[in-house]
Structure formats: C-alpha cells, structure tokens
C-alpha cells in the first residue's frame, strides 16, 4: 500500500509514530504562520500542520499550491492538536508534514464537496463520481451494502442457493413494457431483458433448488417518478413445499433482521391487513400505518337530508384529524384546492369543525342542523377540537382521493416521521381486476399467482370472477409497499385456465409460456415466493425518498444516464449488422 495508516485511523494512541496518509485535499487553511490541510479518504478526514519555523519552507510552499481535490501523500509525525475538535474522530491529532507528494492534481471541481453542496441535481449526476465523493452520498451506498450482506448472511443460514438467471430473455405481453435487445446472429429477432426472474425462479423449484433468492437487476421501461428507475434491484426469493404462512413467516424474520443489522430495531412480529380492510379504512393497498385517521363511511349518517351532493353519491366518507379545529379558513381552503387536483380528483371537501362545548359547525350548516351534525361527531367518536374532512362521489374514486387527504394530514400533522417504522403484510388481494380501457381482466399480482383454493369455484361465473381472492401478499413498511409475492400455480390445466382467463388463446399460451406450462408436466412442487424492491428498502433505511440517492449510478427523470450519455445513436453500420432498417432520427 502507498499508505501506512487511513485518513480516519488516527487516534492520540499514535501520537509520535511517523505515518504515511495518501487522499484528496477537502481544503487548506492558510493563517500565515501556519498552514492546515484537511486530508481525505472514504474512512474519513485528517488535519495536516505546516507551521513557519518547524515545518521546511519547501514544503509549505507546496502545501500553498495545492488545489481542492489533489490527490496527495504526505508522511509526517503524529502529534496533539492544540484545539481539539471533539466531532471528528480524528480531532485530538494532526500530522506534522515532513513530505508531501502530489500525486495527481485536480481541476476546480464543478460543485463544492461537502456535505451541503451547492451543485444541483444535474450537475451532480453529470460528475456522478465526483458527487460519490461526498459523505451522504457515500454513506447511502454503504448501507446498501450492509443491507446486501446481511441479507445475503441471513438467507443463506435458512439454506437458501443464491442461483443467478439470464439477463437475455424472451419479451412477453404480460406486466410492464419491456426493455429489448436485437440479436445480430438471429435478424429480426430480439431478446428482452427481465422484468424480474420470476418464470426462472419458478423452473428452479421444478429443479428441485427447494430454496432459492438472487439479488439481482430488473428493467421495466415504465415512466418515471422519484421512486423508480428503469433498471433497479430486486432481492428476489423462491421456496418450495410451503403455503403462505410459511413465506409471511420466513421473510418476517428476514425483515426483522434487516432491522436489527442495519438500524438496531425491533420491529416485532408484522401485523396483517386484508386488502379489503386496507382498501376500506385507508383506501389504499399501501396504507401508511404510522398513523390511525382511519377513513369512517358515512352514508347513513349524512344522506337523506337534502344536500344534493351527499345524496346523489355512491360513497360519503371522511377522517378525523384530530386537534385540527383550528384550522383557519385559509389552510381549510388549501385543503380543498388539494383534493380538487387532478392527480387527487375530488370535486369538493365538506369540512367540520367540533367546537369546545362539543357543538359541531360545518360549511354544510344550511343542510344539517345541529342535532344531525351531533351524529356525524358520533360516527367519528370525534372531540372538541376534532375536524372532520369528509368527500362524496364514485366509491372507489372517492377512496382514492381521501387516501391522498389523509397523507397530506398526516404529513402536516407531523405523524410520518421517517425514524418510526411501521411495516405490515397486506394479504388476500385480488387474483384479477378488471380493466375497463381494456376490456378484460388482468392479474393483478401475476399471471403465475394462484387463486385460494376456496374461491376457485367463483372463477366458474362471470359475474363473481372479480371477488376470486389470491394468495398473494405485500409487505407495506410506512405505507410504501417494499415487497410482494404470491404462493404460485404448479398444476399444468390451473395455469393454463387462468391464462384462458387472461384472455390468451392456447396458441398463444404455448408460445409465450409453452416452456413453463412443459415443465409443470414433470413434477413441480407446490412453490411460492417473493421479492423486494432493495433500492427501495435501502431508501426506507436511509430515511430518504428517492431510490436515485441509494443507487451508484442512476438515470434521470427521463431514463438517461447523464455521464455517459445514454442512451445514445448508432452507427449506420451497427444498426445494419443487427438488422434494424432505420432508426428515428433524433429531433
Ligand atoms: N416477480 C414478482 C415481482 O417482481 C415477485 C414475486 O411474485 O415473487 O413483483
């Protein structure tokens, strides 16, 4: 090593020894007489001391040239620092410089390296390796890697093979849009790359692997938001001989010693909700359970008394935040306007407020009198000091538009803070749902999800096929869903219906998915399984919400990678190699 010695090692036990730190300079100090260097590395960062007199003049006139982000060595003797500063680790010493080589210099990098940086996002992901630089963003990429080896340690004491599966497959229909890749030895011909290895990891149980994870890259080619990217990670698990106990218990136990590795918690045993109680009371089958306000239905409290707009809807509901009574015409205003937004969708907020001698007033006064309004602080076992926030309308619209309400309040009541964890497994989805644009059904997990034993029979009528239940479940940590699975079908004719179901003529079926429904013919054992979003579970540990923090290298909002500059054209020549007759000329 060019070292003897990190930048974050020193310690007054070392005062005297004569060292060699190699790093980057954080910055100098020059004060005249004495000349400081802050030294650093990844383990942290060392003060260096050129003092007039004690120092050799040639080497601070070095020091005086040196730029931010020189690459330096410098051997020197340990020493007491004079001022102590008690928030380094290395504040009780500094190195009095005998040496000082530069190694490599350093253009002016285009934003500050600290941990309050003045560059923006852009910039920062242009110069991607310089912003690796920074603590935070290092610190992230460290926990993701506590997070990978303790999962990695975990899975493997409870005998799972870490088996890893082609990149290069086939596109199917199903699921998101997929990423592709031509094949120049097959003209016409392209391969897709995963959307996860789900049909592999089920081949590997017909194999017998009897247990089987991966942490391993997915690719969808969906639109963006803050917590996707096109390729991402998943940590991604199969077991053989099981039932849904089984796996809810199993990767409990991984989720609880993620915690306990990585953040020093106990989170105890998961809670369960059925999607039809997450649907009913949070209206949203990620609730964020950090938080009660759970929604309260209202349709035989409120209608029948002559307001229009209660009594044409199919759904009256709404939550109590607590203490908010105080809310002033101003922020109640905010509120409405919130729920109005295209992306929430409600056509108005009815509000309530209950008053300290237990009266309620409501912006619905002229419809309600005062006896009628004592029910709805009923319904809502509401106190003095309670507002009450109530939406109409289309019932799954309105659910929708009220689950966007009562995180809004949860977030300025200051109820979702990112050091409480609250995870809980979502249970019984759908097998199917309908998609009216479409005009069918489709899974609603996967197609490969089976249904409970006990609902197959609804499958039969058309009018009950929507109310078939799965066993398939998610694991919901502060109301981001972080996992998902499903136990699967292992019986040749049950998947082959269900992709009837789907709406795939047998052709169809035996083209996309012939090679499955094959090796279901030759013993497949009753298998199931799940997968996390790791970006996403290492974001929740850091207390961020972005996955783009949590990820080495990661694509921007429109699905590039600004430092490399991908995606990117093609030659003429490449593209006529591969087959592909033209390429859309870029605007
Ligand atoms: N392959 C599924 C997914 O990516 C997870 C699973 O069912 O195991 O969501």
């Not at 049909?199 to 890259?217: A, C």
């Not at 909002?557 to 500059?565: E, L």
């Amino acid at each position: 090593m060019l070292r003897t010695h990190t930048c974050g090692e020193l310690r007054p036990d070392h005062i005297g020894q004569t060292v060699t730190l190699t790093g980057w300079v954080q910055r100098t100090r020059d004060k005249g007489g004495i000349l400081w260097i802050d030294l650093r590395d990844r383990y942290g960062l060392t003060q260096l001391a050129l003092e007039e007199g004690v120092e050799t003049e040639e080497v601070r006139a070095q020091a005086r040239e040196l730029g931010r982000e020189f690459v330096l060595s410098v051997t020197g003797r340990v020493a007491e620092r004079h001022s102590k500063n008690d928030k380094m680790p290395t504040g009780a010493i500094e190195i009095r410089v005998e040496t000082l080589t530069v190694l490599n210099p350093a253009k002016l990098p285009p934003f500050l390296i600290e941990d309050e940086t003045d560059g923006g996002d852009d910039l920062r992901m242009k110069y991607r390796y310089l912003d690796l630089r920074r603590n935070t963003v290092r610190n992230n990429l460290m926990l993701r890697h506590r997070v990978a080896q303790a999962t990695r340690r975990f899975l493997d004491g409870q005998q799972f093979i870490e088996v890893e599966t082609p990149v290069l497959i086939k596109s199917t229909p199903e699921g998101a849009r997929d990423f592709v890749v031509p094949s120049r030895m097959n003209p016409g011909e392209f391969y897709a790359l995963p959307q996860s290895p789900q049909t592999f990891k089920q081949l590997l149980m017909v194999s017998g692997f009897d247990r089987y994870f991966q942490i391993v890259k997915c690719f969808r080619d969906e639109d963006l938001r803050a917590d996707r990217q096109p390729e991402f990670t998943q940590i991604d698990c199969e077991m053989s001989f099981v039932e849904q106990e089984d796996i809810l218990n199993t990767f409990e136990g991984l989720v609880q010693y993620l915690f306990k590795e990585v953040k020093g918690l106990e989170i105890g045993t998961l809670p369960r909700m059925t999607y039809a109680d997450a649907m009913r009371y949070y209206g949203n089958d990620k609730p964020d359970t950090r938080f009660e306000m759970k929604f309260v239905e209202l349709n035989d409290v409120v209608k029948g008394q002559g307001f229009p707009v209660f009594d044409a809807a199919g759904l009256v509901v709404g939550i109590n935040a607590h203490n908010s009574a105080m809310y002033t015409r101003k922020q109640l205003d905010e509120l409405t306007e919130f729920v109005k937004r295209p992306q929430v969708g409600a056509t108005g907020l009815v509000y309530a407020r209950v008053e300290a001698d237990g009266n309620v007033k409501s912006s619905v006064d002229k419809f309600y009198s005062q006896d009628e309004l004592q029910k709805w602080k009923a319904a809502f076992n509401a106190q003095p000091g309670d507002l009450l926030l109530i939406l109409a309308g289309e019932p799954h619209k309105t659910r929708k538009a009220l689950s966007e309400l009562r995180l809004e309040m949860g977030q300025r009541m200051g109820l979702r803070d990112k050091d409480v964890f609250s995870p809980l497994w979502v249970v019984d989805f759908p097998l199917l749902e309908y998609i009216e644009e479409e005009g069918r059904y489709f899974a609603m997990h996967h197609p490969f999800t089976s249904p409970k034993p006990e609902d197959v029979a609804l499958l039969d009528n058309p009018a009950t096929i929507g109310e078939v239940r799965a066993n398939a479940y998610d694991m919901v940590i502060n109301g981001v869903e972080v996992g998902g699975g499903s136990i699967r079908i292992h019986d040749r004719a049950v998947q082959a219906r269900m992709f009837s179901l789907l709406g795939f003529s047998d052709e169809e079926a035996k083209a996309q998915f012939g090679f499955l429904l094959d090796a279901f013919e030759y013993g497949a054992p009753p298998h199931g399984g799940i997968a996390f979003g790791f970006d996403r579970l290492c974001s929740l540990f850091g207390g961020a919400d972005s996955i783009r923090d949590f990820i080495a290298f990661p694509k921007n909002n429109s699905g590039r990678d600004v430092m490399i500059d991908s995606p990117s054209p093609i030659s003429g020549a490449q593209l006529k190699e591969l087959s592909i007759a033209t390429a859309v000329e870029k605007k």
